[in-house]
């Protein structure tokens, strides 16, 4: 009778389930392209009703000119911190749409011997775009509904220009002017302007974009916040100029936690080595970790690339803080709108003049110290953690509350007829 030695049915046994599950980290950026005509393609996944477990998805948009620096993202990504693929294992997601690439979402796990894997659970048509409301609704509802879990977090990467219409920040003059080259109901789609910027200055990373055919397609935050379709632990913007109270206020009821900066992000971003590992190896998501990694990794450069402000709201308090600007902004209203400007701390570079800071602006505006202290109050109870570089490209940054806001009296019409249907001016009245 044959004698089967069982180490060697186990080894050829594991092999099978290597080739057959796994994509080695040197495949993972080949993103073979797929005939799926205009509809996305579902990879059959086993449904997981798991509900002990936390789920992180890294959404990631990189269809214009942050696809390198994301690419190289994904890397640190897969070489940090990797759970594993059980039932009860934590669930790491990531959503890639690199240029010359069709996005897909996969799942990154490490298997049994500890090697690093992929997944590709969700592939989508050419000319996607991702940075579009019907996009990522489809993605974070497939998301919902193939891995229950206690716990949603959501890191958004891509360019963006905080609560502004999608085009404005490139081009401000073609909606000022009244020209009729866009409507305050525009398109997503807007002609691609590339901003003027100081040649010496690093890179730095409507909400999302994705340029096509001359074409720059961007979300608005409201569209944004629909989209989502389930209330997330958090979410985490390595992105420029997301840091305003607008962009807190829009998403409350949608996050309990956001950390993001008020001015713009230089291209690396978050430390995406440790994001994993502070989001999902702990217990509980360690967001303030992430951002205080974000901050020292800044403040120990030098020259221009020590250039970084962060913070992190408690999105459960922003009530409170909604409930006293509102108080605050009716009683200084006439000196709100008559605030010198220059006098102001600004979070913009070059004349994008549509971010400054929100204590700043009602301390420059002659709030009493009573107002003062109240504001000051509902500030320490709502964030959490904040920091900033002594300057950020050139700005000096000396008076930081942690939040945006945009000032009435530097900016236009068109902005504040935009301006007031935000959930902030709806609950607050900043603009008239």
Same mark, same amino acid.
């Given at each position: ?55 992180? *998805? ?13 690419? /190289? ?21 990531? $959503?890639? !749409? ?104 690093? +890179?730095? &990373? ?17 569209? #944004? @916040? ?12 390595? +992105? ?11 998403? &409350? /009821? ?12 230089? +291209? /690396? ?6 994001? @994993? ?12 970790? *992430?951002?205080?990694? $974000?901050?020292? !990794?800044?403040? @120990? ?15 459960? &308090?922003?009530?409170?803080?909604? &409930?006293?600007?509102?108080?605050? #902004? ?13 006098? *102001? ?6 004349? !994008? ?11 420059? @505006? ?6 003062? +202290? ?17 300057? #950020? ?37 900043? *603009?008239?």
């Amino acid at each position: 009778m044959m004698i089967i030695d069982m180490r060697y049915i186990w080894i050829l046994l594991s092999a099978i389930y290597i080739l057959s599950s796994c994509t080695a980290l040197e495949d993972e950026f080949r993103f073979p392209a797929t005939n799926t005509g205009d509809r996305s393609e579902r990879v059959p996944v086993k449904r997981d009703t798991s509900e002990r477990r936390k789920v992180f *998805v890294a959404y990631l948009c990189g269809n214009n000119s942050l696809s390198s620096y994301i690419k /190289d993202d994904i890397e640190d990504l897969l070489g940090g911190y990797v759970p594993g693929s059980g039932r009860s294992s934590d669930v790491f997601l990531i $959503y890639s !749409h690199l240029t010359k690439s069709d996005p897909v979402l996969f799942r990154a796990y490490s298997d049994i011997q500890g090697q690093v894997c992929r997944d590709t659970i969700l592939k989508m048509p050419s000319g996607t775009v991702s940075s579009s409301a019907s996009t990522l609704n489809e993605v974070m509802t497939f998301i919902k509904d193939t891995y229950r879990a206690r716990s949603y977090g959501l890191l958004f990467s891509s360019h963006a220009t905080g609560w502004l219409p999608p085009g404005y920040y490139s081009s401000p003059g073609s909606y000022d002017a009244g020209a009729g080259v866009f409507q305050l109901n525009c398109s997503m789609a807007v002609p691609y302007i590339e901003p003027e910027r100081d040649e010496n200055w690093p +890179a730095v &990373k409507s909400i999302g974009q994705d340029v096509m055919n001359g074409m720059s397609y961007e979300m608005t935050v409201m569209e #944004f @916040a629909d989209a989502l379709p389930m209330k997330f632990d958090y979410i985490l913007f390595d +992105a420029c100029l997301m840091g305003g109270i607008e962009i807190a206020y829009e998403l &409350k /009821d949608k996050c309990g936690r956001i950390g993001f900066s008020q001015t713009e992000v230089l +291209a /690396d971003g978050f430390d995406y080595s440790k994001l @994993a590992s502070d989001l999902l190896e702990k217990t509980e998501p360690d967001v303030e970790s *992430v951002c205080r990694n $974000y901050f020292e !990794h800044y403040n @120990a450069q030098s020259g221009a690339y020590r250039s970084a402000t962060i913070s992190m709201v408690d999105c459960g &308090k922003l009530d409170d803080l909604a &409930k006293i600007c509102s108080e605050i #902004f009716e009683k200084y209203r006439t000196e709100i709108g008559n605030v010198p400007a220059y006098s *102001v701390q600004r979070y913009f570079t070059g004349n !994008h003049h549509w971010f400054y800071d929100l204590k700043d602006i009602i301390a420059k @505006a002659g709030a009493n110290e009573t107002d003062i +202290a109240g504001l000051d109050k509902a500030l320490e109870e709502c964030i959490v953690y904040k920091a900033a570089t002594p300057e #950020f490209l050139g700005v000096e940054i000396e008076n930081y509350s942690g939040l945006s806001m945009y000032l009435p009296c530097n900016g236009s019409r068109y902005l504040d007829t935009y301006y007031a249907d935000l959930q902030w001016n709806l609950h607050t009245s900043l *603009v008239k």
